[in-house]
């Protein structure tokens, strides 16, 4: 059985005040069962994240982790680091990342060893654009994404990582994958991992992600292979996400 999860990315959002007030809406209305919950602040909110949410269920996770253990690498936070200040998750290959920022397959393969090799789970995010979905693509970008970082981590590495598919036609667009599309692409990633092991690819969690918000939360997560989402903008509004992640419990 694998345990649903629904992790809120802020992206480059909040405020000091924001944060704190975002942060007790969401531990005041936790289910106490049946889903874990993550949130993913800025960088800079870390600390203060972390000492409102000790204590609590809640997973901490960063957005992304460097590809190296220290050293001349300005403007990145190594995954030490994160770990030092309470983080359990770091996302891995975000879309954003890869289209707005250059990071390639090799760059988000290395990020997610180092997330790996030091004890934080990495949210690896795959999905295609929407012209490569256009022109019957899609299965080939995500398995490429995919065959980057197991080549580098290994199949393995997956007991200790979380998988997110993300169309980057549907981030921050408003417009969703159905249930049928997301299912079939979370099927073609569960089949394609069970080709390599099929125990890792039973229990690895796949989650959803692509403009999930209150209305369309419980559809998604009623698919068989949808364990869950990585929420964008809807994950800013304590009252938003926690109708989300009251719909990954029910499922
Ligand atoms: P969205 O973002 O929910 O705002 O579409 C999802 C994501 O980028 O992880």
């Given at each position: 059985?694998?345990?649903?999860?629904?992790?809120?990315?802020?992206?480059?959002?909040?405020?000091?005040?924001?944060?704190?007030e975002?942060?007790?809406?969401?531990?005041?209305?936790?289910?106490?069962?049946?889903?874990?919950?993550?949130?993913?602040?800025?960088?800079?909110?870390?600390?203060?994240?972390?000492?409102?949410?000790?204590?609590?269920?809640?997973?901490?996770?960063?957005?992304?982790?460097?590809?190296?253990?220290?050293?001349a690498?300005?403007?990145?936070?190594?995954?030490?680091?994160?770990?030092?200040?309470?983080?359990?998750?770091?996302?891995?290959?975000?879309?954003?990342?890869?289209?707005?920022?250059?990071?390639?397959?090799a760059?988000?393969?290395?990020?997610?060893?180092?997330?790996?090799?030091?004890?934080l789970?990495?949210?690896?995010?795959?999905?295609?654009?929407?012209?490569?979905?256009?022109?019957?693509?899609?299965?080939?970008?995500?398995?490429?994404?995919?065959?980057?970082?197991?080549?580098?981590?290994?199949?393995?590495?997956?007991t200790?990582a979380?998988?997110?598919?993300?169309?980057?036609?549907?981030?921050?667009?408003?417009?969703?994958?159905?249930?049928?599309q997301?299912?079939?692409?979370?099927?073609?990633?569960?089949?394609?991992?069970?080709?390599?092991?099929?125990?890792?690819?039973?229990?690895?969690?796949?989650?959803?992600?692509?403009?999930?918000?209150?209305?369309?939360?419980?559809?998604?997560?009623?698919?068989?292979?949808?364990?869950?989402?990585?929420?964008?903008?809807?994950?800013?509004?304590?009252?938003?996400?926690?109708?989300?992640?009251?719909?990954?419990?029910?499922?």
């Amino acid at each position: 059985m694998r345990q649903p999860l629904v992790v809120g990315n802020w992206k480059m959002n909040g405020t000091r005040e924001s944060v704190r007030e975002l942060l007790d809406d969401i531990l005041a209305g936790l289910p106490e069962r049946g889903v874990e919950v993550g949130v993913c602040p800025p960088y800079v909110f870390i600390p203060q994240a972390a000492a409102q949410l000790a204590g609590s269920s809640v997973l901490l996770g960063a957005q992304n982790v460097a590809d190296q253990d220290q050293g001349a690498c300005t403007g990145e936070v190594s995954a030490a680091m994160l770990k030092e200040f309470g983080c359990a998750l770091a996302i891995v290959g975000h879309s954003e990342r890869r289209l707005l920022y250059g990071e390639t397959d090799a760059l988000v393969a290395a990020r997610y060893q180092k997330a790996i090799e030091h004890g934080l789970c990495p949210i690896l995010c795959v999905g295609e654009t929407l012209e490569q979905r256009e022109t019957g693509q899609t299965f080939q970008v995500v398995a490429q994404q995919l065959d980057a970082v197991l080549g580098r981590a290994g199949i393995d590495s997956l007991t200790r990582a979380v998988i997110a598919y993300e169309p980057v036609w549907a981030i921050g667009t408003g417009r969703t994958a159905t249930p049928e599309q997301a299912q079939e692409v979370h099927d073609y990633i569960r089949q394609r991992l069970a080709a390599q092991d099929k125990d890792v690819a039973a229990q690895v969690r796949i989650l959803y992600g692509g403009s999930v918000n209150a209305e369309n939360a419980s559809g998604l997560f009623a698919m068989p292979d949808i364990d869950g989402g990585l929420i964008g903008g809807a994950s800013l509004k304590a009252e938003v996400f926690l109708a989300i992640v009251q719909a990954a419990r029910k499922c």
